[in-house]
């Protein structure tokens, strides 16, 4: 299941029910009025906010549904399983637009451009994919890193792109090449989550070393080590 709270009171608001395995993603729809899930059942489903209603189920991968995530104008949802594929997907109806192949692994994570015109994928063979959102036609590969790639986000400009690693470093690219601009190295372990700054000035990472860094997006400096954490650091932003 996926729960839906009040953030003053902590009120359950809504229970998401019909998964038949478990939930690894749930996000928002731009205007807060639907929510989209990732489950382990090898569907995507899309529900109402407000009373759990289900509205929609994204179906067609055939592995697990790592992620899903709405497009800025909430008109798509992507999704990125471990059948090695990214599937493009119509928000209010499910049917699936465009499917994006290539990666020999499975795909950890997909979202949007700001623009929404582009999809940036990251996946276990160790790339980072980036596609046109409308026709899956793939635009750059960022290759580099040495193990998995966890994560990858677009700055707010979207010119740029952040992956994350099991191979203890974040990387920065550029969106339109796929030319590698800095390297984050220094954690001591995978790097499980990069986010940027509002200002796409700072990049935040998150470690299963215990720490979150914060770096310069520009040049890669280290400007902060945040410590305390007892365990890994899943996400940061």
């Known amino acids: ?3 839906v709270w009040e953030t003053d009171s902590g009120r359950l608001v809504a229970e998401l029910k019909g ?16 929510i989209v899930t990732a489950s382990e059942d090898r569907t995507a489903r899309v529900w109402e906010a407000d009373n759990g209603r289900l509205i929609a189920e994204l179906t067609g991968h055939q592995d697990t549904v790592l992620s899903a995530l709405y497009s800025p104008d909430g008109r798509r949802i992507v999704t990125a399983s471990s059948d090695k594929t990214t599937r493009v997907w119509e928000a209010d109806s499910g049917r699936m637009v465009a499917e994006l192949k290539g990666h020999q692994k499975s795909v950890m994570s997909a979202s949007y451009s700001p623009d929404g015109r582009r999809i940036v994928t990251a996946s276990d063979d160790t790339t980072a994919r980036e596609w046109e ?17 966890l994560s990858a986000s677009y700055s707010p400009d979207g010119r740029r792109i952040v992956t994350t690693s099991e191979d203890h470093t974040a990387r920065v690219w550029e969106a339109d090449s796929g030319r590698l601009v800095a390297e ?3 954690h001591q372990d995978l790097v499980y989550r990069a986010m940027y700054s509002p200002d796409g000035r700072r990049i935040v990472t998150a470690s299963a ?4 860094r914060v770096w310069d ?3 890669g400096r280290l400007v902060a080590e945040l410590m305390g954490h007892q365990e890994g650091v899943m996400s940061a932003s």
Do not use: I
Not at 133 to 149: F, K, P
């Open 1 to 3: 299941t996926a729960r």
């Open 19 to 34: 998964h038949q395995h478990h939930v690894w993603s749930a996000s928002y729809s731009p205007d807060g009025r639907r």
């Open 133 to 149: 959102a409308d026709s899956g036609r793939m635009v750059a590969e960022l290759t580099g890193h040495q193990n998995r790639v």
């Open 184 to 186: 984050l190295k220094g």
């Open 209 to 212: 070393d215990k720490t979150a």
């Open 217 to 219: 997006a520009d040049s």
